[in-house]
């Protein structure tokens, strides 16, 4: 979606009406509208919301120009009306939406006002779209819109410790992972659907029993995720307003480098943590080598045997089985004596035949001698990296155990402080802390249950799948069941892997962009969005800064965040942003006056002249392809637009 | 979500059945904003149907 106009009348302060036209240019894609404070910028940025979505006005007083109204004759009916022209894949489409009022009274279908939508088809026809909000949400899902379309003071929500939930909304909405999980709770649906059909086909009453058993099992876990997914949500809840506690106790002066030593030590225990799991993977890596480490004794003590015999020149024997018959054979002594066959030297050629073994018995012999040296060889080496790798477990393990005791006498001294603002917080956090572990250990009791009901599942799955459906109908219905069933089981692991890829490329994108836009590269080495999809920030010693980032800086990272999700969505739409360098240091402004007309096809700035000036007007300049001045007249209470040169 | 960005996804899946039911029922979720049961639960259930039909 490319914006290319909107067009305003009798709509707030705009009486009359009055046009804008956007830049759509490549390299001039910037287009800055300018205004004093209630110039009516916001304004403005509202009717683009009100026209394609019809949100955004709700409490922000009358939508028709007060003017107009008290200028109608004798109430005669004023018609309020915003246009947006957009394209979209290249097709062009006008947006409008209009309501009209008559006195005091609004006459409108809809409170929000009508909205129709066109477009020129490729054959240069005009086509009503006959379901328009389907069809704008379909172009920009309204709950999408608000990361392309918002007002800048506003965007550092998103890295808001507390705010967890809006970020992973925002990912889901954006790649729109609700769809997936939509389909498979349609696609479940049906396959229960289909399977009570075929209960009720099945003349096999133990195939219809085991159909309403499997039934009620998936209606079980479909209850048991719904319950875990609230009880997630309350964990997350829990989790974010002790984050805040924390942030607030960082901020107190007693407490405050405590809780920075909490936050380091806390961060060194996960590192830890995660240290230990990767080798914890690894020994389990290892074990089924281990099973040859078991048998080394043994191993050992056959070499011995077999060495044993080597030396007393048993292993090879000297004389092969076939040598010694055609020896017999021929009736003739390698020295050219005969064989009577009843003579001396037969008889010990019989009975050395008797010791003798066959060719293939004492290669055999041979080779299980080599193979078993080498096991030893093997077992030795393994035995030699497990005793390494136990090692590393247990000076971690120790390494662990030194942090968590520092780590409790910090808390001991956190307690001790008799600060009462100190007080109370540790006391809330303490209490949330409780919350949080036992909301996470009820959402592990309810993974438990999902788990054990899922494996009765599959069980009555398997036991259906053997009972014999009686006639074509039941099989044919069986059939939809085993289809229905495998679509939703593929579709819920696409979105679970789709979801965390997403967010890995997210946080990649993010943190470059981030990178680009910062000055204090030296100070934080990392940018994290976790698989909680906490937005963070780390410091060079791997800890967490987010509560202690400036509102300018957590801006920063919210642009970041939705430039790179934008990217990695390749969503088509344009950065529209009301105030966006309103708490932004001079620096700030800079990079992103330079960057962000690079990071998105189509910037709209709505801006003060005290937001924009100086060094960073002169960065963006170069970029910018149209540009707008709101002329406010107090004596008439209306908004002029002017175009600039 | 565009296809596109799991078409990898889909082109994994053995069963090309199983493959044309998801690529159907995500379309028809696309085309439908919200989680809207009675209409789409008919029309998810005759696709799985006349998928079936094709084995």
């Known amino acids: 979606m490319k914006l290319q106009s909107v067009l305003l009348e009798n709509f707030k302060q705009y009486a009359g009406k009055h046009r804008i036209t956007f830049s759509g240019a490549a390299r001039k894609n910037v287009t800055v509208i300018n205004g004093k404070n209630g110039a009516g910028k916001t304004n403005l940025f509202l009717a683009i919301n009100w026209c394609l979505y019809g949100e ?13 109204t008290n200028e109608a004759m004798d109430g005669n009916p004023v018609d309020c009306r915003v246009e947006v022209a957009f394209t979209h894949k290249g097709e062009p489409h006008l947006a409008s939406r ?84 939509r389909a498979e709770r349609h696609l479940d649906r049906a396959a229960r659907a289909f399977s009570k059909e075929m209960a009720r086909l099945s003349q096999d009453s133990e195939v219809s029993h085991l159909v309403d058993e499997e039934n009620r099992l998936r209606e079980r876990i479909t209850d048991l995720k719904e319950e875990k997914g609230k009880t997630q949500a309350e964990e997350e ?20 480098d405590l809780m920075l030593e909490r936050k380091r030590l806390r961060a060194q225990m996960d590192d830890l943590r ?38 007393r020149g048993e292993i090879p024997s000297g004389i092969r089985e076939t040598f010694i018959k055609d020896l017999l054979k021929s009736a003739k002594c390698i020295c050219g004596r005969p064989l009577s066959g ?54 971690l393990v120790d390494a662990e155990d030194t942090a968590a005791a520092r780590l409790d006498d910090l808390e001991r001294r956190l307690d001790s402080i008799e600060e009462l603002d100190v007080q109370v917080l540790r006391s809330k956090q303490k209490e949330f802390q409780a919350e949080v572990m036992r909301l996470t250990n009820e959402i592990g009791h309810l993974q438990g249950q999902i788990d054990e009901i899922s494996s009765r599942v599959d069980e009555v799955r398997n036991a259906i799948q053997k009972g014999e459906a009686k006639d074509e109908q039941t099989r044919a219905v069986q059939v939809q069941v085993e289809l229905a069933r495998a679509a939703a089981e593929r579709v819920a692991e696409i979105q679970a892997d789709f979801a965390d890829q997403m967010r890995v490329r997210i946080r990649s994108k993010a943190k470059e962009i981030f990178d680009s836009l910062v000055w204090k590269g030296g100070q934080w080495t990392d940018m994290d969005l976790n698989e909680e999809y906490e937005l963070n920030i780390l410091d060079r010693w791997g800890a967490p800064v987010l509560p202690e980032l400036s ?37 700030h402004r800079e990079t992103i006056a330079r960057q962000v007309p690079k990071l998105s096809e189509q910037v709209i700035l709505f801006v003060t002249d005290e937001e924009l000036h100086g060094e960073a007007r002169a960065l963006l300049t170069p970029r910018i392809g149209a540009e707008y001045e709101l002329d406010f007249d107090d004596k008439s209470g209306t908004t002029r637009i002017v175009k600039e040169d | 979500m565009a296809l596109d960005l799991i078409e990898g996804y889909l082109e994994d899946i053995g069963d090309p059945r199983v493959r ?34 094709k084995s």
């Open chain 1, 56 to 68: 955004g006005l709700e409490g922000k007083g009358e939508i028709i120009s007060r003017r107009v």
């Open chain 1, 98 to 181: 209009r309501i009209r009022s008559k006195g005091s009274m609004v006459h409108s279908a809809a409170p929000s006002g009508e909205l129709t939508l066109t477009r020129i088809t490729a054959s240069g026809d005009t086509e009503i779209i006959p379901n328009p909000v389907g069809a704008m949400n379909a172009i920009l899902p309204s709950n999408v819109r608000t990361y392309f379309l918002f007002d800048g003071e506003k965007i550092d929500d998103f890295a808001r410790p507390e705010n967890r939930r809006e970020v992973r909304d925002a990912v889901w909405n954006v790649l729109n992972i609700e769809l997936l999980e």
């Open chain 1, 237 to 256: 809840a829990a989790r974010d307003r002790l984050q805040a506690i924390e942030g607030k106790l960082a901020q107190l002066g007693d407490s405050a």
């Open chain 1, 274 to 311: 995660g240290q230990q799991a990767q080798l914890d993977a690894q020994l389990r890596g290892a074990i089924p080598d281990a099973a040859s480490l078991a048998a080394h004794s043994g191993i050992n003590a056959a070499v011995g045997v077999l060495d044993e015999k080597r030396k």
């Open chain 1, 342 to 395: 009843s003579d001396d030297a037969s008889r010990e050629l019989r009975e050395r035949l008797k010791a003798s073994v066959t060719a293939e018995l004492e290669d055999t012999v041979t080779d299980i001698h080599a193979e078993l040296r080498s096991l030893l060889s093997r077992a030795e080496g393994q035995r030699e990296s497990l005793r390494v790798l136990l090692q590393r477990r247990s000076d």
């Open chain 1, 551 to 587: 509102a300018g800086e957590r801006q920063v990272l919210s642009l970041s965040f939705i430039l790179g999700m934008a990217e990695v969505a390749k969503r088509e739409a344009p950065l529209v942003m009301d105030t966006p360098f309103g708490r932004l240091s001079t620096h």
């Open chain 2, 20 to 53: 044309r039911i998801i690529e159907r029922v995500l379309r028809l979720e696309e085309e439908h904003s919200s989680y809207k049961t009675p209409p789409l639960h008919d029309k998810v259930l005759a696709i799985v149907r006349e998928e079936a039909s």
